[in-house]
């Protein structure tokens, strides 16, 4: 059966499912020891939170006019803007704030991406199908207050850009809970993927580098998803600046790079599929987009580890770490499901293994529901082997532009696309990027890596100081 043919039947068993009539797994049945989380000493710090507003004693409002709140200032402005040839938004401030200055810039794509992806496309126009999704979302997904509170930020932000929100096909306005769909795609969606990390004796000065090859569903008529890609570039009130390859609309993080070096990527995987267990989930998205935010590279697989093992997923993913090799393993790849999650080994240099580490869609180191889709197994050895010819041939290391290269090779061309493509060195920071674009004389998707990517260093992206 063809990768496609796959993924459009596991989709539409994740839009069929109810909480009722789907067996309950218990997580506990994974004997990995890496399904623990890690002791308080592993744990990074929490980011500090803005203090409460002060409470008013009773006479203060009429002791005196001038002591008076005064009005709110107003709304900071985020504009998009190209760096490098890149489409990039610059979002700063609180949640809220941040969620407001994306929704006013991006409405018009927000509001497209909902409509030809989630409801004509995965939904098949149908507005029942898309309701299914919406009650599975809210009785199923859990999304932190902060992200609540950036979700309704951007819901005003899109009211007040004058942007007509009514979706005629479902016979009303946009809303909070179609914004939170959007970001718990990973619960009721799925997408491909492909990547490498590589370090030591691979590459250049032994500096980890790292590639992404994101693939995902493209809607057929309008492509929007394949022409709406940009470069979110956040500067949190609290927490380390990040940049995430996303879509309008899109808080949670399937592909991210913050400042300290430290990168993840979503793949989905061949473990278990559905809905319906006890609990609430948390999007990966969110875990990923907390990562960014708050960890160096020494706190971001102890995060992680401590996340994934309460997430209560339903779906299967890979979920990749990358850092700078320093204080903490140069990547860690998590396999999970909703029977728990294992954590592939790296390469055992000392015995002569290679120091690589290849990723596309099917678990190495836990038992897979499903078999590994031919495809993805194609795509694995197509990135292995251009590795190793990388390693055997020139200067014996894989160099950025080579790891790019081999991206192309794993490309999707079909009703999947690749949507973005990256290659990213976490030491120095810098980025070999593309994004998804449409054909001006067929019309039709083309690919990331079939453009020449861009050079740039992270700190261009996020701008600023």
């Known amino acids: 059966m063809k990768r496609r043919s796959v993924l459009k039947l596991a989709v539409v068993a994740l839009a069929a499912c109810t909480p009722s009539g789907v067996t309950v797994v218990d997580r506990g049945a ?8 890690p002791t308080d000493a592993a744990r990074p710090a929490p980011a500090p939170t803005a203090a409460a507003p002060a409470t008013a004693t009773p006479g203060a409002a009429t002791a005196n006019a001038a002591t008076a709140p005064k009005p ?3 709304p900071v402005e985020a504009t998009p803007t190209t760096v490098a040839g890149l489409p990039v938004l610059r979002l700063s401030g609180t949640p809220h704030e941040m969620g407001f200055q994306h929704g006013k810039a991006l409405a018009a794509g927000i509001k497209e991406g909902i409509t030809e992806f989630c409801v004509k496309y995965r939904s098949h126009g149908i507005r029942a199908r898309y309701e299914q999704i919406r009650k599975r979302v809210a009785s199923e997904v859990e999304f932190p207050a902060e992200i609540t509170d950036e979700l309704e930020g951007m819901l005003e932000g ?14 009303r306005k946009l809303d909070l809970l179609d914004l939170q769909c959007l970001n718990s795609v990973d619960h009721w969606g799925l997408f491909g993927c492909s990547g490498v990390t590589a370090w030591g004796a691979c590459t250049a000065d032994g500096e980890v580098l790292t590639s992404r090859n994101f693939d995902f569903d493209a809607d057929p008529d309008a492509h929007a998803i394949v022409r709406l890609g940009i470069v979110l570039a956040f500067h949190p009130k609290e927490g380390r600046p990040f940049a995430s390859f996303a879509f309008p609309g899109l808080v949670g993080v399937t592909t991210g790079v913050n400042d300290a070096g430290v990168a993840c990527f979503l793949h989905v995987a061949n473990g278990t599929f559905g ?5 609430r989930t948390i999007p990966l998205l969110v875990i990923a987009r907390e990562l960014m935010q708050e960890c160096d590279g020494a706190h971001a697989a102890p995060l992680a580890r401590e ?31 909703s029977l728990g999650f294992g954590e592939q080994k790296l390469p055992d240099v000392a015995a002569g293994e290679k120091p690589l580490l290849v990723a596309t869609n099917h678990y190495r180191t836990r038992k897979g529901v499903f078999e590994a889709i031919p495809d993805s197994k194609v795509r694995f050895s197509n990135l292995t082997e251009g590795a190793q010819r990388c390693l055997l041939n020139g200067d014996h290391v894989i160099e950025p532009e080579e790891a790019f290269a081999d991206l192309e090779k794993v490309a999707q061309d079909g009703g999947i696309v690749t949507l973005h493509s990256l290659v990213f060195v976490p030491r120095s920071l810098d980025l070999w990027a593309s994004f998804s674009r449409i054909s001006e004389k067929s019309g039709r998707p083309i690919s990331a890596p079939h453009a020449k990517p861009a050079r740039v260093n992270l700190r261009e992206l996020l701008g600023g100081d």
């Open 72 to 74: 709110a200032a107003a």
């Open 158 to 171: 899109m009211e007040a850009s004058g942007v007509d929100l009514t979706m005629p096909l479902l016979k």
């Open 307 to 337: 996340r994934l093992a309460k997430a209560n997923v339903r779906n299967s993913f890979l979920f990749r770490v990358v850092t700078r090799g320093d204080d903490a393993p140069p990547t860690s790849v998590f396999e999970i499901d």
């Open 275 to 279: 809905g319906g267990e006890i609990g």
């Open 30 to 37: 994974d004997p990995s020891p890496r399904s623990q989380a």
